[in-house]
């Protein structure tokens, strides 16, 4: 089965609601705050793609899908398609410090710095973002940040969603006032 038929199959079980999720899959759907609808409505979004595929698990047929909530973008859904009914066997919103382009593993991650050659660690770091006169603040950014020279690295999907949130005006969590002191 080619991985546009496996989509189709997808799609037609939750249209029947011919699926079941797991335990599992329920505790992180939860976690990340995913709802049994969101979870349909990504599958049968027009951007859901399967993005990863290992016919041979144990489990049967298991594929990772990349589907889009309206709102709130992306997310990943495994599923198995070796019984009966569909089992939805995880649900996470995806890391953007972990994929490239919501699609590919990103598999380079840094381990020493450019500028000290300092040990390099994954964080979630807080961010100001310059744009001409605006100042925005992002929060919970995974970063990569040098132990050692405090040089602080954004992967291209962490910089898209930070663009995205400053070009698109999406409403902000909470907006501060911030004193400006002339010192002329
Ligand atoms: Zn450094």
New binding site residues.
Partial sequence: MDKNSLLAEIRDRIRQSRYRLTGHAERESESDRVTRQEIEESLLSAGAEIIEHYPEDVRGKICLVLGFIKGQGPIHVVCGLGGEVLVIVTVYRPDPGQWLNWRIRNKWTMKT?H??Q?KVVKKKIRHVHYWGDEIVIFENVPAEV?T??G?VYFSPDVLEMMDNATLKKTPPDKSIAVPVFSLS
């Fill in positions: 710095c500028f000290c300092g040098c050692q020279c040089e």
